[in-house]
Antibody
Framework: EVQLVESGGGLVQPGGSLRLSCAAS????????MSWVRQAPGKGLEWVAN????????YYVDSVKGRFTISRDNAKNSLYLLMNSLRAEDTAVYYC??????????????WGQGTLLTVSS | EVVLTQSPGTLSLSPGERVTLSCRAS???????LAWYQQRPGQAPRLLIY???SRAAGIPDRFSGSGSETDFTLTISRLDPEDFAVYYC?????????FGGGTTVEI
């Protein structure tokens, strides 16, 4: 069974840092692109970043470029999101999601349950 | 950036009704790169449709997707009580990947 379990969320002061983790199991992690998606309280979904199977390519939404870093450890079946210079507007539930290749399509077929980050003084 | 605009924002319907949700893209795109997700309260999103019209594994055939270029739709042929949720479209053809703002289907 495919499982994605996020951890590392919590309360952080503005300007602070935090690292989120996502533990993957039930599939060959090193063969999938992975993404982070966030959802502010009561709001819609926002894609944050993704990373290629071997970690060689990474992409970010403009609002987090230069502040967030996505990475992975294929030996540990884990995905990470290092977040620096946190702002109140980064407050959200952060989901990790698996990107599945279906022909030319690459939608998100499995999602974790999310971890809540609150940025507040 | 491809902006996706979903309409309407909220729909109030009854079980058994047919519903069509709209997703309009700010620029022409291939339906290959369009997906739909369902999110129930307190849950993670669930993939319903990918490639514009292909149902994901385990998704009932009352869900269907269609569209091309800038206009895409998700149709639920007969609403089941478990279908009352928020629905999002997503494009994954161009970075940044983007989601629509969502449509809430409520009783």
């Amino acid at each position: 069974e495919v499982q994605l379990v996020e951890s590392g969320g919590g309360l952080v002061q503005p300007g602070g840092s935090l690292r989120l983790s996502c533990a993957a199991s039930g599939f060959t992690f090193r063969t999938y692109w992975m993404s982070w998606v966030r959802q502010a309280p009561g709001k819609g979904l926002e894609w944050v970043a993704n990373i290629k199977e071997d970690g060689s390519d990474k992409y970010y939404v403009d609002s987090v470029k230069g502040r967030f870093t996505i990475s992975r450890d294929n030996a540990k079946n884990s995905l990470y999101l290092l977040m620096n210079s946190l702002r109140a507007e980064d407050t959200a539930v952060y989901y990790c999601a698996r990107e599945v290749r279906l022909g030319a399509a690459r939608p998100f077929d499995y999602w974790g349950q999310g971890t809540l980050l609150t940025v507040s003084s | 950036e491809v902006v996706l605009t979903q309409s309407p924002g909220t729909l109030s319907l009854s079980p058994g009704e047919r519903v069509t949700l709209s997703c309009r893209a700010s620029q022409s795109m291939s339906s290959t790169y369009l997906a739909w997700y369902q999110q129930r309260p307190g849950q993670a999103p669930r993939l319903l449709i990918y490639g514009g019209s292909s149902r994901a594994a385990g998704i009932p055939d009352r869900f269907s997707g269609s569209g091309s270029e800038t206009d895409f739709t998700l149709t639920i042929s007969r609403l089941d009580p478990e279908d009352f949720a928020v629905y999002y479209c997503q494009q994954y053809g161009r970075s940044p990947l983007t989601f629509g703002g969502g449509t809430t289907v409520e009783i």
